[in-house]
């Protein structure tokens, strides 16, 4: 595992145990909450926003993680 790998694995790590911690300590503190909380999802401008910008991350994220990325020699960088 990269050194790059480890930080993320932290940061993972520390989001998912304050998601935890915060679910604990006050009712709609979740990232979910907040996010329904930004977008006003409880509003139809606020769900088609949300939804547009879900369906633009997901178009981009999913081919982005899919695709197989060729190994460049300098330093373990990964490039297209």
Known sequence: MSTTDQYWLVGVTGFIALELYLRDLQKDATFSCATRRWFR??????????????????????????????????GGTVGT
């Open 41 to 74: 999802t409880h509003t139809r401008p606020g769900k088609i926003a949300f939804c547009v910008g879900y369906a633009a991350f997901s178009s981009w994220y999913l081919p982005h993680i899919i695709r197989e990325m060729k190994r460049l020699d300098v």
